[in-house]
């Protein structure tokens, strides 16, 4: 690396007052001008915090020892007025959520173009043309309807678009990009990586990228840096320290990767050779679309009726998976929605054991509710933060009046023991859980009710490779124990190829191409399928790494 990285971090430490240990505990990081640097680590590692501390935006308390140097400044010495001046204007943000980082009420070309006009870089009109440039340049089509949209109104993959758009337009001379693609499809998510590839590529720009899939990292990075604890555990060429890890979490990172995830899982209590995929249920179908379409028709003139799902036809059978997959605004969560009857068709039928959900009244509905569950993307925001553990597992059966007391306390450890959930978790509140806990919760509390039916939404894409592995195979433990049917949506084709048994592949809200899992994603037959095959990080450039252990403890 240089001897004058643009950012150099030796011994950088945070903590909170009242907290048990450190966030950060000893972090040595070197970024030279022009690279692309990944921070690697599991989930609690610190890499968020590290990101935070860089850009000067730790909250009131913090304690921050060590030192960070950038471009020969001192950040660790600077006031809060000069870390507002390098912010965005020289040292920028790309946050992991884009539905949280962006300002909700207002317009997109307002938001991109606030940089400027903060730093006094531009006046009204030209912000406003530049901010077209930048949306254009960020592979937004219509760059000028864009911007005058809002970011409900946009799918993800756009929002994390615009949110490249918003960071570079000052153009910074680093850009810190926390997990800038955990969210997308694989098409979106290689768009993305390849406007932030376009930060560095001649300009002289500096990129660190925050991922826990050193799959990506090898793609995109040119050096990685490992965090566990708080602290820096290993470091070097990406492809040198991914081939020849050192450190057990470099190589747990390793063997959890995405592309190196490709057999079918089982259950660890099926006696099957392992990667052998079972037979698809041969029962009825529990759930069944009938050439199902939905046209949301916005407000206001300016925008046109959004077809989101055209003539879908799909099934699921007891004891059987059907992955959706398709990139970001390509209908799946519609169709979870169709599932659930939360939207109700513009066209064809919804039936679930043969009954047409849109006719259910009354205690109909109610059994319905009961027999189809969902199971959150982000197991966090999907919980109470003042509820309990074992108190939110309960609410569907006080919600339902389904049990009294001293049934909804078996029912809840029950629900708790078929995911693995300690006793001792079930009295603690979100914020004192893992994201592995919070993700078990979540599911305890759908299967609490013993339903027939789980609608997964990208249930493990928030957790880091290694707990992202441990709950799919809960995932279809439980399935081989109940005999559930799931519809399991994700951008993960790796996470797919792992649970599935069927495929259906989404665009623009039409079926391209559906049948047997195996055939689907390692055979695709429409040109569609095979990109998003093709756009997996590490498909392309993976190198062949060591088979590592990776541990199986709890979350």
Request: with cysteine; hydrophobic share 45%; glycine share 8%.
């Given at each position: 690396?240089?001897?004058?990285?643009?950012?150099?971090?030796?011994?950088?430490?945070?903590?909170?007052?009242?907290?048990?240990?450190?966030?950060?505990?000893?972090?040595?990081?070197?970024?030279?001008?022009?690279?692309?640097?990944?921070?690697?680590?599991?989930?609690?590692?610190?890499?968020?915090?590290?990101?935070?501390?860089?850009?000067?935006?730790?909250?009131?308390?913090?304690r921050?020892?060590?030192?960070?140097?950038?471009?020969?400044?001192?950040?660790?010495?600077?006031?809060?007025?000069?870390?507002?001046?390098?912010?965005?204007?020289?040292?920028?943000?790309?946050?992991?959520?884009?539905?949280?980082?962006?300002?909700?009420?207002?317009?997109?070309?307002?938001?991109?173009?606030?940089?400027?006009?903060?730093?006094g870089?531009?006046?009204?009109?030209?912000?406003?043309?530049?901010?077209?440039?930048?949306?254009?340049?960020?592979?937004?089509?219509?760059?000028?309807?864009?911007?005058?949209?809002?970011?409900?109104?946009?799918?993800?993959?756009?929002?994390?678009?615009?949110?490249?758009?918003?960071?570079?337009?000052?153009?910074?001379?680093?850009?810190?990009?926390?997990?800038?693609?955990?969210?997308?499809?694989?098409?979106?998510?290689?768009?993305?990586?390849?406007?932030?590839?376009?930060?560095?590529?001649?300009?002289?720009?500096?990129?660190?990228?925050?991922?826990?899939?050193?799959?990506?990292?090898?793609?995109?990075?040119?050096?990685?840096?490992?965090?566990?604890?708080?602290?820096?555990?290993?470091?070097?060429?990406?492809?040198?320290?991914?081939?020849?890890?050192?450190?057990?979490?470099?190589?747990?990172?390793?063997?959890?990767?995405?592309?190196?995830?490709?057999?079918?899982?089982?259950?660890?209590?099926?006696?099957?050779p392992?990667?052998?995929?079972?037979?698809?249920?041969?029962?009825?179908?529990?759930?069944?679309?009938e050439?199902?379409?939905?046209?949301?028709?916005?407000?206001?003139?300016?925008?046109?009726?959004?077809?989101?799902?055209?003539?879908?036809?799909?099934?699921?059978?007891?004891?059987?998976?059907?992955?959706v997959?398709?990139?970001?605004?390509?209908?799946?969560?519609t169709?979870?929605?169709?599932?659930?009857?939360?939207?109700?068709?513009?066209?064809?039928?919804?039936?679930?054991?043969?009954?047409?959900?849109?006719?259910?009244?009354?205690?109909?509905?109610?059994?319905?509710?009961?027999?189809?569950?969902?199971?959150?993307?982000d197991?966090?925001?999907?919980?109470?933060?003042?509820?309990?553990?074992?108190?939110?597992?309960?609410?569907?059966?006080?919600?339902l009046?389904?049990?009294?007391?001293?049934e909804?306390?078996?029912?809840?450890?029950?629900?708790?023991?078929?995911?693995?959930?300690?006793?001792?978790?079930?009295?603690?509140?979100?914020?004192e859980?893992?994201?592995?806990?919070?993700?078990?919760?979540?599911?305890?509390?759908?299967?609490?009710?013993?339903?027939?039916?789980?609608?997964?939404?990208?249930?493990?894409?928030?957790?880091?490779?290694?707990?992202?592995?441990?709950?799919?195979?809960?995932?279809?433990?439980?399935?081989?124990?109940?005999?559930?049917?799931?519809?399991?949506?994700?951008?993960?084709?790796?996470?797919?190829?792992?649970?599935?048994?069927?495929?259906?592949?989404?665009?623009?809200?039409?079926?391209?191409?559906?049948?047997?899992?195996?055939?689907?994603?390692?055979r695709?037959?429409?040109?569609?399928?095979?990109?998003?095959?093709e756009?997996?990080?590490?498909?392309?450039?993976?190198?062949?790494?060591?088979?590592?252990?990776?541990?199986?403890g709890?979350?």
């Amino acid at each position: 690396m240089s001897p004058e990285p643009l950012l150099r971090i030796r011994g950088l430490t945070v903590s909170y007052p009242g907290a048990e240990r450190a966030i950060l505990t000893g972090v040595d990081l070197d970024a030279p001008a022009g690279a692309t640097v990944a921070v690697l680590g599991p989930s609690g590692a610190g890499k968020s915090t590290l990101v935070v501390a860089i850009a000067g935006l730790l909250p009131a308390g913090a304690r921050v020892g060590g030192e960070m140097w950038f471009d020969g400044v001192a950040l660790h010495r600077l006031d809060e007025g000069a870390r507002r001046r390098l912010r965005g204007r020289h040292i920028a943000t790309i946050p992991q959520d884009p539905a949280v980082a962006l300002n909700p009420v207002l317009p997109i070309g307002v938001q991109v173009a606030e940089a400027l006009l903060i730093h006094g870089m531009a006046g009204r009109q030209q912000a406003a043309r530049r901010a077209l440039e930048l949306l254009r340049s960020a592979g937004l089509p219509d760059p000028e309807t864009v911007a005058a949209r809002y970011p409900h109104n946009l799918s993800g993959g756009m929002r994390q678009r615009a949110l490249v758009a918003c960071a570079l337009a000052a153009e910074p001379r680093l850009v810190l990009a926390d997990e800038p693609t955990s969210a997308v499809d694989a098409v979106s998510q290689a768009g993305v990586l390849d406007d932030l590839a376009s930060v560095t590529t001649g300009t002289g720009r500096t990129l660190i990228l925050v991922t826990h899939d050193i799959g990506l990292a090898i793609e995109r990075a040119d050096w990685g840096v490992v965090l566990d604890q708080g602290r820096t555990v290993e470091s070097g060429p990406i492809r040198r320290l991914a081939a020849a890890a050192q450190h057990p979490v470099t190589r747990a990172l390793v063997a959890a990767a995405p592309h190196s995830r490709t057999a079918r899982l089982r259950p660890r209590t099926d006696p099957a050779p392992s990667g052998t995929a079972r037979e698809p249920a041969e029962t009825g179908q529990l759930l069944r679309l009938e050439r199902v379409s939905v046209v949301y028709r916005p407000t206001g003139r300016r925008f046109e009726p959004v077809r989101a799902v055209v003539e879908v036809d799909a099934h699921v059978r007891r004891g059987e998976t059907l992955g959706v997959v398709g990139e970001s605004g390509a209908g799946k969560s519609t169709l979870a929605a169709l599932a659930l009857r939360l939207v109700p068709p513009t066209a064809g039928r919804v039936l679930f054991d043969d009954a047409d959900l849109a006719g259910l009244r009354g205690s109909a509905l109610r059994a319905f509710r009961r027999r189809a569950q969902l199971v959150f993307q982000d197991a966090y925001a999907a919980l109470n933060p003042q509820m309990t553990a074992g108190t939110a597992i309960a609410e569907p059966l006080r919600a339902l009046r389904l049990a009294n007391r001293a049934e909804r306390a078996i029912r809840v450890r029950e629900a708790a023991d078929l995911v693995g959930l300690p006793a001792s978790t079930l009295d603690r509140r979100p914020r004192e859980l893992s994201g592995g806990e919070c993700q078990r919760v979540v599911l305890a509390r759908a299967l609490v009710l013993r339903p027939d039916l789980l609608i997964c939404d990208e249930p493990a894409s928030a957790l880091d490779a290694a707990m992202q592995a441990q709950v799919l195979q809960l995932l279809v433990d439980v399935q081989a124990e109940l005999d559930l049917g799931y519809l399991f949506i994700s951008h993960d084709l790796a996470a797919v190829r792992q649970v599935a048994d069927r495929v259906l592949v989404l665009r623009h809200g039409r079926v391209v191409e559906q049948g047997v899992a195996a055939d689907v994603l390692e055979r695709p037959a429409h040109a569609y399928t095979r990109a998003l095959v093709e756009a997996t990080p590490g498909h392309r450039t993976a190198p062949k790494l060591p088979v590592h252990h990776v541990p199986t403890g709890g979350m």
